[in-house]
């Protein structure tokens, strides 16, 4: 219980406040244990951070599964709904968090042993939604995997970093000026080698 109440303080503190302002004191306040719990649980704040973004990416898993799971058969349909659940990532906490990580991770060593090790794990997860998506043949195929990984892990990235300087209206824009690239772009390929 304890474990986990500072797993959650983690992500709401790196959410709310940022990478500085998730100290050891304010997640200890915000789960409400006491320092030496955090000690029992989790040697280092970097190891304490990696956890909770552990925690946040499996259930970022887990909701993908439930909604992937219901996508329609039809390639067109299925590509775009899963570009827009894409979409909802990229505004959501997992995105914000991570984001916020990558950056304090370009000064601080600690955090980028622990986030090239997230990455590591983040890649082989994701590649394995893909397959689930689209079947390994359509990401096997280097032109989808292309547009799929660009998607995700580039132009959705890159929005949700703009989400400090845009409204959500240029958000959506954006968005649906990317979609209306991409979504022929992975079609059309899907269609031509087929979907596994």
Not at 4 to 15: H, N
Not at 87 to 106: K, P, T
Not at 137 to 156: E, K
Request: proline share 2%.
């Amino acid at each position: 219980m304890t474990k986990q109440a500072l797993i959650t303080a983690t992500i709401e503190c790196l959410w709310e406040r940022g990478y500085a302002g998730a100290t050891i004191a304010e997640i200890s306040r915000k789960a409400d244990v006491t320092h030496g719990a955090h000690l029992h649980h989790f040697g280092t704040r970097e190891e304490l951070i990696a956890a909770a973004v552990d925690a946040l990416f499996q259930r970022m898993i887990g909701e993908f599964e439930l909604r992937f799971s219901r996508l329609p058969d039809d390639i067109e349909a299925r590509t775009e709904a899963a570009l827009d659940h894409f979409r909802d990532l990229a505004i959501g906490q997992l995105f914000g968090v991570v984001g916020e990580l990558l950056n304090a991770a370009r000064t601080d060593e600690g955090m980028a042993a622990q986030m090239r090790r997230y990455g590591a794990s983040q890649r082989m997860q994701q590649r394995q939604m893909y397959i689930k998506i689209f079947g390994a043949v359509a990401v096997d195929d280097p032109q989808v995997f292309y547009w799929l990984d660009t998607t995700f892990a580039v132009y959705l990235r890159g929005l949700s970093v703009l989400q400090a300087t845009r409204t959500p209206k240029e958000i959506e824009e954006q968005w649906q000026r990317w979609k209306e690239f991409v979504l022929p772009q992975i079609t059309a390929r899907l269609n031509l080698i087929g979907r596994g």
